[in-house]
């Protein structure tokens, strides 16, 4: 006789269909958010409370269930929306295009159990009323009953305030799951039997252990659901009228780890850490708008993770900032970037070193030759995109500047991964630290410098997708591809794309690398130099600033304070020439402590302040100097018995000022010797415990067989070799640093003195550049307009003789006269300028001057006049050589004289002891800037000025011999405002 019998399914097929299916926490989230995917979510989010019985809530806006929809295909084990059209209706659908569907096999929804054993399950469809059911995923962990045996409470209400009164019966009912009910006593047998049959076996195999049945019961009690639970869900606060809800207690570790109160130790920071680089990249970051990628998808599809921390949320996942991208990957040194197309040769484009080496799809590679590429409809790989962007991993190799370097190498630590996306949405486990599907790590171990690749560094994706690239199938508990023929020809093409790759253009064996990396590691070298001067040039910058705005007001003080101490000092006898020294002691002691040195090139919005204690610290000095001239006139008058008892108290006096300064020093000194002592001291314990902080993990994974010999080996070289060179790098320059001060070098005033002339340097080669496009033109310039001179005094000669007196003929010629006096102005700047020499007397460049002048002197009324010494005066000179002297002098003493508004403006040439004078009664010059009058570039004019003209004058009369300097003697300085003092070798004054 035959009989027909039912399979029949036992509880657990659930859990290893669920729980045991499903690698790890992150990758149960990534599952339930590919099921709000396929119901066409436009946002997805996880939300973790940190409550005393922590909850869980993923919460979606998909299209939802209706209450015949949940129980017809959520509650029905193996079914999928994925045959189903009415899922795909533009109704539900909402505008976004149609989604190929990531769930295949109708379990993922399963996964769920992983996160927690407790499930509230809320969902709603558009234009329906809202369903609910409430879960405990251990019952389905008890081998001793059938899949029938367990209820599933399930209800449904139209206003969502009803939930939480309706909650209380849902546990009822699933308690009913222990227990049984009175209407089904054959039921209550058998999950009697089953739950104490089960109960018993736990206890024989740990009688330490709680008992399943009873510790689902106290579950069910404790657990509370709340409506702040479902706050954020866009449903629930009414954005948004379709979407489901799951809602967990009794959260798993990983959960748990997230949470603030938290006890951070190393498990719950690799936890998070492996939560984060899973989740944060959920969906594919590497899609570029104008990417020639024919396989890369954007999912229009935003999820979250935020912790709930009492009321206040915080963000630990967001896809809205996503750290990584295309655009931040293409900044990189190094990009890969194309398609491969179906026969599996890559066409893309390379950047190498900072710089694109092949465009668009430019850079081919080919498959290797003895790799055959599957065509038939179940091996076939189709093609697929590329995108991967590194950088050096030492910073001296690296084109990037020290900010990009230290960004990337930060993202790194996080957002690194080789990864695998399809249709846009990430492939577990691809990107892992602990997968290595592309085995990168094992080639690196052969050899580390020529395969170049390293996944702690490298940032990037394949894309692929279900239409093109059907036969890259996941496994059940998507712990990646199924290890078919395509999923293994596909590691062997992409292996050989980045093999090739590394040894053309990254890897110690291109002939690239080889070629560019010395003058990288030299260009580095240099960049670190000027970093370091510029730090160099701030702290100095800064610290002269405070001392001069501490200093300013305390010399304003002293300033006021001793406005006539010079008219008001009486020296009568001995006493008072003791009284004298004193103040004159106490008041240097004063002024050295308010000195301040180390002016930067460039003082900014300090130079006013500085020019002012200048001139104020100046003006300290003389009357300094006018006392101790009274000392020395009283001294004579006097004529004290013991001038050594004088000499011997200004010694004590001297000495006890010197010591005081030294006790300054050295109690400064000694404080940051003991600071230096400390920090150094504590560094080099961390450098100690460096290497083994970062090699002991190595042991740890070869012991668990997680990492190969020759790998680890070659990790430990690589290892040691980066921080034997940190640490060179940061001992070495302090030994040379010290070595120096043993040696009583000034360090600081060497660096201060080679960073001022640096900055000087660079602003003059700047200007220099300038200057010498100016004189390029003066030269092609001046050629142009001696021949139009020529043509201009011969077209005026014609007109005169033809026509006669025209009126305005006047006018024209001395016009042209005043321009031809113009351009003489061009001939020392000129390289081809004439070079003839001949007798200048003094009274030929005063008529040379008031006429060059005359328009602009008497529009401002401004006398130039000379001295009959100065008319009297002679030289054999180039013309050319001497006149644009004096127009520099003269023109700039006129543009102070104008600026300043100096009423009865005047310049004045004279001579004195047989030398010239040229003077103003204007402003003068500033005592700061008295040093650098005749340097190149040094220009006080705020507009018009490129600082050139003294400097000309001084090289234009060095060429003859002669000199010239800023008068500061009095005698010399026959006008209160600036004085020039020239040399004339070779002078005539013997009609003077």
Known sequence: MIKTIAFRTQARTVDHLGREQIADCPTAISELWKNAYDAYARNVSLHIFDDLEPVAAVLDDGHGMSYDEFIGRWLVVGTSSKYDASTSSEDDREGLPRRTKQGQKGIGRLSSANLGPLLLVVSKRKDTDFVCALLDWRMFENPYLILSDIEVPVTRFSDKNELFHLVPELFQRLMANLTGSPTDPERSSRLKLAWETYDRAVLEADPKAKEPSKEIAATIISARFEQRHLAPWLVWNGEKDNGTALIVSGINFDLRAQLPSMELDSNVRNIRKEFFSTLSAFTDPYVGSDASEYNAYDPEFSYEVKVWSSSVPTAIV????????????????????????????????????????????????????????????????????????????????????????????????????????????????????????????????????????????????IAISRELNPNLRDKAGREGFIDNRAAKVLREIVKNILRRAAYEYFGSSSDLRKELLPDIQEQNDKDKAEQARKELSKKNAQKFRSRLSKSLPRLEALFEETSDIVTSIQVLDENGVMDLQTLIDGLSSRLADLRVVGAPAKLGGAEQDYRTFRAMYSEMLDRLRSMETIRAVALERIKPAKPEDLVQKQLSSYASQLQSRLRSWRKSIEALQVAETSRVSSLFNDRNKAFH??????????????????????????????????????????????????????????????????????????????????????????????????????????????????????????????????????????????????????????????????????????????????????????????YPVFVNLVNNSIYWLVSSQTPDPQIYLSVKEGQVIISDNGPGINPVDQDSLFKMFFTRKSSGGRGIGLYLCRVNLMAGGHSIKYASELKFRPLSGANFVIDFKGADFGRG
């Not at 171990?445 to 390293?454: D, F, L, P, Q």
Request: no cysteine; proline share 3%; glycine share 8%.
């Open 693 to 882: 902080y970062q090699a002991m993990p190595l042991v740890e994974q070869v012991r668990d067989g997680r990492l190969g010999l020759d790998e680890a080996l070659e990790r430990l070289k690589t290892l040691h070799v980066q921080l034997d060179a940190e640490n060179e790098e940061t001992f070495q320059s302090y030994l040379d640093a010290l070595e120096l001060m043993s040696e009583n070098i000034n360090i600081e005033l060497i660096a201060r003195q080679g960073t001022a002339d640096n900055i000087v340097l660079r602003d003059d080669l700047n200007r220099l550049n300038q200057v010498a496009q100016l004189g390029i033109t003066v030269e092609i310039l001046g050629h142009e307009l001696d021949a139009n001179e020529r043509m201009v005094r011969q077209g005026i000669k014609q007109i005169v003789e033809k026509a006669g007196d025209i009126e305005g003929t006047d006018l024209v010629v001395q016009g042209f006269e005043a321009i031809s006096q113009q351009l003489e102005f061009l001939s020392p700047l000129r390289v081809s300028g004439s070079r003839t020499r001949r007798p200048i007397a003094g009274k030929e460049i005063e008529d040379y001057l008031v006429s060059f002048f005359d328009t602009v002197a008497r529009g401002r009324n401004i006398k130039i006049h000379a001295s009959d010494g100065f008319r009297a005066f002679s030289l054999y000179e180039q013309p050319s050589r001497l």
């Open 318 to 461: 967001e896809d809205k900032r996503v750290a990584v991208n295309r655009a931040l990957t293409e900044d990189m040194e190094h990009v890969l970037s194309g398609n491969v197309d179906a026969q599996g040769v890559f066409r893309g484009q390379v950047k190498a070193f900072g710089e694109w080496r092949k465009y668009g799809a430019e850079y081919e590679i080919h498959p290797p030759k003895d790799l055959t590429i599957p065509k038939g409809p179940t091996t076939f790989i189709g093609p697929f995109s590329i995108h991967l962007a590194t950088f050096e991993q030492l910073r001296k190799n690296s084109t990037l500047s020290d900010a990009d370097f230290n960004r990337f190498d930060q993202l790194a630590a996080q957002h690194s991964g080789f990864l695998i996306f399809r249709n846009g949405l990430r492939v577990l486990p691809y990107g892992r630290e602990a997968n290595d599907f592309f085995e990168i790590e094992r080639q690196r171990s052969v050899n580390a410098g020529r395969e170049y690749w390293n996944a702690r560094r490298m940032f990037g994706r």
